[in-house]
């Protein structure tokens, strides 16, 4: 694709959709790279630059001379800026920043200060706002303008004199109204806005519920800016993954493009501790060796034990990650999502040790009745416990906003097994005495 | 909320955002919004019942009377009516369609035909469609008249006289060409489109790729419809939801709202299900009673081999219907996948066995070096194997279109708790004679 004749190159090039030029980028050799970025001008490359991944920008960013770099960053959307610029180091960052626009720094700057992971973080500062008392026609004229540089334009955000966001006209209903209208007379006062500190996934949930292209952000009731629907899937897939994460403890290793050696790195880490918490699992066995000496038949249920109580567990675990994701369960429906949970459990447990109590003494009849009983009873306890745990954690991680990879699932079942364990052997040892051996 | 004053109810109702009448219907009485369908006009009331999940439309639609139901179906947009009727019985939906408007019914009829979780499913018929020879002027003047009526009208589709598709001009782009400018002029004649039979999923990938906020729909190169933004967020987090399910067992209950004894009824199957394949388990365990009688130790590393079989075959699960989800996982990457995960199986399998075989002479002294090389050498095979267990699965899933159920987290886990124990067993059998009793 990329041979010695620029304006041929460029004329194929520049036809495409700025995600295929990405795809083209990124699969040629980094010598081609750089007779592209000697083909495409600076604020032509910015077009392109501002949709890579993070990752390839800071590779490709290494491969162009310092002044295309400035030129680029120079020409990309203010909050594209601060995101890149904020996985650079310290330094790498205040050089850019010293070097670009020294409008464009301040905005930068700005953006730079919110917190990861809120609306501030993901607004873009280019919107169109206009005056309640300008006329529709007047709108429709600064739209011809102003179009090319804002990153929406299908909503116009109305401000007072205090920078206040006082109503919102799609351009949709711009279009039907009559040119000589006041924007007042055409606008809707209800606007749903955000502040600049609420949480990605919550401005998400938001702009689902209402199917909004766009929803303004706000600070003290002035319009900072705004997030777009393009930003929100982003965030939709990255919650996504990181509920993933925590049902099957492979946080941050879902690449599928990695090595077999790289993944196996990433992934061992989680194996290894789990395996450490399975030694505990072991303890626990062989502290009750006397009790399984003398019926080893006891040791058959043990994958039962652990497979039913890990399941449930799990089972709770997703309906709370999910419920959390998506905004069924908040603050006020805790309490009744735990005593739902907290009678869910009880009845698994009763179903499952009913079922057991019948199919044991017929496929083990030499256990009989009394195996059957231990097991039934250990389960259902286990179960009801163990939709428990799965249920709260989640919500206690979320509560205390420490690290959730210890809520993920693996986890959980673990924890589930070492209490499975102990009521059955528990019952099992304090009933030893009525057993036949 | 509501009083018996018509105007003020409706004063303050209709200055609410759909969304959130909807709230408001489905938090008070039956009997209350017996007087709300009073006050509310059937073509105002098919604004908000467009936007209510399928369970309340079944639900609420029997609650009014059937001219006022057929007023509000009237007045859908035909890619709601042919999803609501899709749900409803063959009767009820023949009578709703021969009392129709005619020409409203025809469309439906034809959208009801495509098959679900298709393009042509989602896709409305309700878009803007311009020829490549009338003027920009002439456009913006359609628009202020078909703004209403239309789905989106940020994109403007231009066909050609056979109905092909033949360019896209975004309104934006409209906006700042000059009036007098032919379409043909200031339209991308690159268009990217999907096919009516395109998968849900694919359509979602595509638009979430390109940041498009509608996608056109095309049959043998005539457009027929277009996907709009919103109808794929609802894709994305359908999507998610049978991933989760595939990955914890929970497969179309991850309610939030029901009763204990509805999760209860509806997780249960699952959990007795592999309860079930639990008792194999046990049968394998009993069937090594003998090896286990001469070496009661052999059972406290029963749950370590199971929960590492089951961890590194959830992570492998993980890693691949995420991949099938999100697209880096397609036909033509499938073996460079499965030979990566075989890889990443055998390392996994290595550095396990070695940490352990370290690790367990230290712990149970009594058991010696051959204990841990048991353990050590059964894990390793173990973890090769269930690693590919878990990538396999879900791909051949996905290839026969069977239930992918079968390919749950737990289903899998199972799978791979009954191999790993049969490897452990027969590998500490055969070895009988060398162990320490």
Redesign the interface.
Known sequence: IVDNNMNNFRELFF???P?DQIDILNSVTKKQRVIIYKYVKPEEFAEIFQGLELEKQKQYIAEVQQNYAIDVINNMPYDDVADFLAELPETSKELYLSQMDKEEAQEVIHLLKYEDQTAGAIMTTEFVSVSSTETVRNV?ER??HE??EAET??YIYVIDTQLKLVGVVS??DL??SPLDEKIEEVMLS?V?SVETHTDQEEVARIM????F?AVPVTAQGMLVGIVT??DI?DV??EE??E???E????RG??D??I???S??KK??P???M??F???I???V??GF?DT??EV??L??????I???A???G??A????V??LA?G??DRS?IGK?L??????GI??GL??AI??LI?VPV??PEGGLWLAGIVGVSLFFT?SISTMVGATVPLIINKLKIDPAVAS??FI??IN?IMG?LIYFSIATALLDYLPK
């Open positions: 036809d495409l959709h995600t429709m739209l011809r179009a090319p334009i299908y351009l949709r279009i039907i209800r749903k689902k519920k209402y199917d292209l629907i393009d899937m939709v897939d996504t993954e509920d993933f994460g049902i099957s403890a492979v290793s879902l599928t493009t090595s077999s050696f993944a196996a992934r061992s989680w194996i290894i789990l395996m918490l399975g030694l699992t072991a303890g066995i062989g060796e399984l000496e080893i038949l040791a058959a249920f043990i994958p039962l652990m497979d039913s890990g399941n449930t799990t089972q675990l997703a309906v709370v999910r419920g998506i069924t369960v429906s999502m005593k739902r949970e907290f009678g869910t009845m698994l179903i499952c079922t057991l199919i496929v083990y179960l699932g693996p079942t673990t097994d364990l």
